[in-house]
């Protein structure tokens, strides 16, 4: 069946570093979809990509949608001690429900 | 209204317990889900309804036993759950079932002794 794999499960960075996290999908995708859970929280929706190549910035996060739509990114410029939280890909193959990634946990140090 | 409404917030129950648990949304989505989300996992899809009509089932256990009465309500009936079951479960609404975003309620955090 359909897996997302997505890395890495970890990160912990400086406040101001840059983070990015990585979503690779072993079909090829409809749509993919990012969301973040605060720690105690529950997941929200960041952003939706569909198209082929599609890159779409939300002021400090910039989401990416690969060429073959099998893989995608999320880079956080200047990560601010708000930006700690679990962040998921989920995909959508075909009519199938949505594939969530493992998750990428990010810490960030003040 | 954006919100997902899931009651209680937290649940403890033996293993011979009956209890349910409630989802409400009014945001007139057609598509609802039940997700169980383990510590430090993601969420893992248990079942869907569309259009108040199940759709899917992740083969689930049958002592989870879903129940959409109307077109704003999701309910989860537990019965006789093993301490494996204790997760935190999630409602999610989305407006049909298919490529949309799905809007998350903030979870049931049961515990079964």
């Known amino acids: 069946g359909q897996q997302v794999m997505q890395i890495p499960q970890y990160q912990h960075v400086q406040e101001g570093e840059d983070f990015t996290t990585y979503c690779n999908s072993s079909t090829t995708l409809s749509n993919i979809q990012w969301y973040k859970q605060r720690p105690g929280g529950h997941p929200v929706f960041l952003i939706q990509?569909?198209?082929?190549?599609e890159v779409k910035k939300q002021k400090r996060l910039t989401f990416q949608f690969g060429e073959a739509k099998k893989n995608s990114s999320l880079h956080i410029t200047a990560t601010q001690t708000t930006d700690v939280g679990t962040y998921f890909c989920a995909g959508h193959s075909g009519n199938t429900p949505l594939v969530f990634g493992k998750g990428t946990r990010l810490s960030v140090i003040a | 209204d954006t919100e997902v409404t899931q009651t209680p917030k937290h649940l403890v129950m033996g293993m011979t317990n009956k209890k349910s648990l409630k989802c409400e949304q009014h945001?007139?989505?057609?598509?609802m889900y039940w997700y169980k989300q383990k510590a430090k996992k993601p969420p893992e899809l248990m079942f869907v309804?569309?259009?108040?009509?199940?759709?899917i089932n992740e083969s689930v256990p049958s002592r989870f036993s879903p129940e959409c009465p109307n077109s704003s309500l999701l309910n989860l009936h537990l019965h006789a759950l093993q301490p494996e079951d204790s997760a935190l479960y999630l409602c999610?609404?989305?407006?049909?079932?298919?490529?949309?975003?799905?809007?998350f309620g903030s979870g049931t955090q049961l515990s079964v002794l």
């Open positions: 990509l569909v198209k082929s190549g």
């Open positions: 999610a609404s989305s407006q049909v079932y298919g490529l949309e975003k799905l809007f």
């Open positions: 309804y569309s259009y108040e009509k199940l759709s």
């Open positions: 945001m007139g989505h057609r598509a």
